[in-house]
C-alpha cells in the first residue's frame, strides 16, 4: 500500500498555514473585504460580461499562441485541440498551486495528439510561452517607466522598480540577440551544455529555442496575441477597479501595477496566485497610491477560477472520446510518446 510521503505533507501544510496566515492578515487588517463578492454575485450581467472577457481576450489568445509556438517547433496541432488542451489544462490549475504548474498537463495532451516525440522540444516550447507573457510584461512596465519618468524617481522604491525592469528589459533583448546570431562553427552554448549532466535534453530544449527565435512570423504573432491577453487582463482589472468604486488610477500607472503584480500569480503556494497574489497586488496598488489591491485581486480570482472551472467540460469529453488516462505520469525529458500509457 502506497503512503503518502511525509515531506510532501509536511509542505503541504506549511503552504497550507502561510495561505491562512496570509488570509487571517490581510481580512484583520482591513485590507481585504469579502462582502465585496455578494455585492458581484447580485450583479449576474457584471459577471456574465467579465467571464466573457477573461476567456475571449485573457484565455483564448494564449491557446492560439500556444498552437502557434507548437507548429513553429514541428509539432501538430489544430485549432479545436489547442483550444480543448488549454482550456483543460486551466481546469487542472484550479487544484494546482500557482499559474504555472498546469503545464504539465499540457505536454500530456500534446504528446498524445504527436506520437514518437520527445518531451524536450515541448519543454522549450512551453518556457517560451511563459517568456511571451512576462516578455509583455515588461514591455509595458518598461514603457509605464519611460513615460512617467518624474514619478519613479520621486521614492527610493519606486526608483529601485524601475531600474529593476529597465534590467529585465536589457536582459531579455541579450538574450533575444544571443539566440538570433548564426554560428558557423561551433555553439558555444552547445559545447556549454555538453559539459553538463543530462545534457541531450538540454542541448533539444536549447535547439528548439533557436528553432523557434528563427521563425520571425511564429514570434511576431506570438507578441500579437500576448498582446491582446495582457489588454483582456488589463481591461478586467480596470472593470473590477471601478465597480469597486474605487477611484480610477492613471492609465500609465495601471498598465504596470497589473502587469508586474500579475507576475506573482506564478508562484506554486495556492491555487491561481491565491495568497501571495493578494498581498503582492495590495503591495504594489499601495506603491502606487492606490487602494484595494488586494479587494480587485480576491475579485479577479474568483471570475478567473469560474472560468478555469468550465473546463472541466472539455475534459470530461476529451476524456471520453480519446481514452484519457485518469492518473498523468511523471515524465522525463527523453521519454517519448511510445512510453506513455
Given at each position: 500500500m502506497?503512503t503518502?510521503?511525509?515531506?510532501?505533507?509536511?509542505?503541504?501544510?506549511?503552504?497550507?498555514?502561510?495561505?491562512?496566515?496570509i488570509?487571517?492578515y490581510?481580512?484583520?487588517?482591513?485590507?481585504?473585504?469579502?462582502?465585496l463578492l455578494?455585492?458581484?454575485?447580485?450583479?449576474p450581467?457584471?459577471?456574465?460580461?467579465?467571464?466573457?472577457?477573461l476567456f475571449g481576450l485573457?484565455?483564448f489568445?494564449?491557446?492560439?499562441r500556444?498552437?502557434?509556438?507548437l507548429?513553429?517547433?514541428d509539432y501538430?496541432?489544430s485549432?479545436?485541440?489547442a483550444?480543448?488542451?488549454?482550456?483543460i489544462s486551466?481546469?487542472f490549475?484550479?487544484?494546482?498551486p500557482?499559474?504555472v504548474?498546469?503545464?504539465a498537463?499540457?505536454?500530456?495532451?500534446?504528446l498524445?495528439?504527436?506520437p514518437?516525440?520527445?518531451?524536450?522540444?515541448m519543454?522549450?516550447?512551453?518556457?517560451?510561452?511563459h517568456?511571451?507573457?512576462?516578455?509583455?510584461?515588461?514591455?509595458?512596465?518598461?514603457?509605464?517607466?519611460a513615460s512617467?519618468l518624474?514619478?519613479?524617481?520621486?521614492?527610493?522604491?519606486?526608483?529601485?522598480l524601475?531600474?529593476?525592469?529597465?534590467l529585465?528589459?536589457?536582459g531579455?533583448a541579450?538574450?533575444?540577440?544571443l539566440?538570433?546570431i548564426?554560428?558557423?562553427?561551433?555553439?558555444p552554448v552547445?559545447?556549454?551544455?555538453g559539459?553538463?549532466?543530462?545534457t541531450g535534453?538540454?542541448?533539444s530544449?536549447?535547439?528548439?529555442?533557436?528553432?523557434?527565435?528563427?521563425?520571425r512570423r511564429a514570434m511576431?504573432?506570438s507578441l500579437?496575441?500576448?498582446?491582446v491577453?495582457s489588454?483582456?487582463?488589463?481591461?478586467?482589472?480596470?472593470?473590477?477597479?471601478?465597480?469597486?468604486?474605487?477611484s480610477?488610477?492613471h492609465?500609465?500607472?495601471l498598465?504596470?501595477v497589473?502587469?508586474?503584480a500579475d507576475?506573482?500569480t506564478?508562484v506554486?503556494i495556492?491555487p491561481?496566485g491565491?495568497?501571495v497574489?493578494?498581498?503582492?497586488?495590495?503591495?504594489?496598488f499601495?506603491?502606487?497610491?492606490?487602494?484595494?489591491g488586494?479587494?480587485t485581486f480576491?475579485?479577479h480570482?474568483?471570475?478567473?477560477?469560474?472560468?478555469?472551472?468550465?473546463?472541466?467540460?472539455?475534459y470530461?469529453?476529451y476524456?471520453r472520446?480519446?481514452g484519457?488516462?485518469?492518473?498523468?505520469?511523471?515524465?522525463?525529458?527523453t521519454q517519448?510518446?511510445?512510453?506513455?500509457?
Amino acid at each position: 500500500m502506497r503512503t503518502f510521503p511525509f515531506k510532501k505533507a509536511l509542505w503541504f501544510l506549511l503552504k497550507l498555514a502561510f495561505l491562512v496566515g496570509i488570509f487571517w492578515y490581510l481580512l484583520h487588517s482591513e485590507m481585504l473585504h469579502l462582502e465585496l463578492l455578494l455585492r458581484l454575485a447580485q450583479k449576474p450581467a457584471a459577471v456574465l460580461g467579465q467571464l466573457v472577457l477573461l476567456f475571449g481576450l485573457l484565455y483564448f489568445p494564449v491557446f492560439l499562441r500556444l498552437k502557434v509556438l507548437l507548429e513553429a517547433a514541428d509539432y501538430r496541432m489544430s485549432f479545436g485541440s489547442a483550444v480543448w488542451i488549454g482550456w483543460i489544462s486551466l481546469f487542472f490549475s484550479t487544484f494546482l498551486p500557482g499559474t504555472v504548474t498546469a503545464d504539465a498537463i499540457k505536454i500530456y495532451l500534446v504528446l498524445r495528439e504527436n506520437p514518437g516525440r520527445s518531451i524536450a522540444p515541448m519543454l522549450a516550447v512551453m518556457t517560451v510561452d511563459h517568456v511571451f507573457a512576462l516578455v509583455i510584461a515588461i514591455l509595458i512596465s518598461a514603457v509605464a517607466v519611460a513615460s512617467n519618468l518624474d514619478f519613479f524617481g520621486q521614492d527610493p522604491t519606486l526608483t529601485l522598480l524601475a531600474q529593476a525592469v529597465v534590467l529585465l528589459f536589457v536582459g531579455l533583448a541579450v538574450v533575444w540577440i544571443l539566440l538570433s546570431i548564426p554560428f558557423k562553427k561551433q555553439d558555444p552554448v552547445l559545447w556549454i551544455l555538453g559539459k553538463l549532466p543530462a545534457t541531450g535534453g538540454l542541448s533539444s530544449v536549447y535547439l528548439t529555442f533557436r528553432q523557434l527565435a528563427k521563425n520571425r512570423r511564429a514570434m511576431a504573432k506570438s507578441l500579437l496575441l500576448s498582446s491582446v491577453s495582457s489588454l483582456g487582463l488589463l481591461c478586467s482589472y480596470g472593470l473590477l477597479i471601478e465597480f469597486i468604486g474605487l477611484s480610477q488610477p492613471h492609465t500609465g500607472t495601471l498598465l504596470w501595477v497589473i502587469s508586474l503584480a500579475d507576475l506573482s500569480t506564478a508562484v506554486p503556494i495556492g491555487p491561481s496566485g491565491l495568497g501571495v497574489g493578494h498581498v503582492t497586488f495590495e503591495y504594489f496598488f499601495q506603491l502606487a497610491g492606490l487602494q484595494g489591491g488586494a479587494d480587485t485581486f480576491n475579485l479577479h480570482t474568483i471570475l478567473r477560477l469560474i472560468v478555469c472551472f468550465f473546463g472541466a467540460v472539455p475534459y470530461l469529453l476529451y476524456r471520453r472520446s480519446a481514452g484519457l488516462a485518469g492518473e498523468l505520469p511523471a515524465l522525463s525529458p527523453t521519454q517519448t510518446d511510445s512510453q506513455l500509457p
